[in-house]
């Protein structure tokens, strides 16, 4: 008796290997399947989220771009509201070689300065790239010119500005220039 017992115990591997490779071979299936299924299931997610981020950005180019036409309007017509309006609240105008200066009160003073004291009476930004996703902040790199009463220009230069989208749309909420030209 002991062995046939012995004879099936050596020839059990026989008969369970080969079940239990056609069902890891089927779970092996099965898994890679699922694999592709989520891989799928991501990348179209990913595609969306990549659209949407996309359809952020233009937005906010476009009101970029909205918003720096009209800005030298306001020195043009003499308009300070117009200036300040292309601010967010809480911004700054950080000048070179000297204090930021920040809020409504600070954008009214840098108009002032610009309007009384330097003559600008015209502009233009050259927008070159705007960085970011498009959801709060956007970051804009650029040139400009400053143009007196003469429409001559007699300054130009570079600029950052970090944009803030607020409740009344995008705003410049950070502003960075320097010139060109040295005094």
């Known amino acids: 008796m002991l062995v046939p017992f012995c004879t099936i115990l050596s020839s059990l591997p026989k008969i369970i290997l080969p079940y239990y490779s056609f069902k890891t071979s089927v779970m092996k ?5 699922l694999l592709y299924v ?3 299931i ?3 997610l990913s595609n969306k989220c990549f659209a949407q981020l996309n359809n952020n950005l233009e937005e906010a180019k476009k009101a970029i771009a909205e918003s720096n ?3 030298f309007q306001a020195f043009e017509k003499g308009d300070s509201s117009i200036f300040i309006n292309r601010y967010a609240k809480d911004c700054c105008i950080m000048l070179p070689n000297a204090p930021a200066m920040c809020g409504e009160s600070g954008a009214l003073e840098f108009f002032r300065i610009a309007y009384y004291k330097i003559g600008l009476r015209n502009g233009k930004f ?3 790239n705007v960085y970011g996703d498009g959801n709060e902040f956007v970051t804009e790199e650029g040139t400009w010119q400053s143009f007196d009463a003469n429409n001559n220009m007699f300054d130009n230069g570079k600029f950052l500005v970090l944009w803030k989208k607020t409740a009344n749309g995008w705003k ?3 502003d960075s ?4 030209h040295s005094n």
């Open 29 to 33: 299936t099965i898994i890679i399947l």
């Open 38 to 40: 989520v891989i799928l």
């Open 42 to 44: 991501l990348s179209l």
């Open 69 to 71: 036409a009209i800005y």
């Open 126 to 128: 050259i927008t070159t």
């Open 172 to 174: 410049m909420f950070r």
């Open 177 to 180: 220039f320097s010139s060109d």
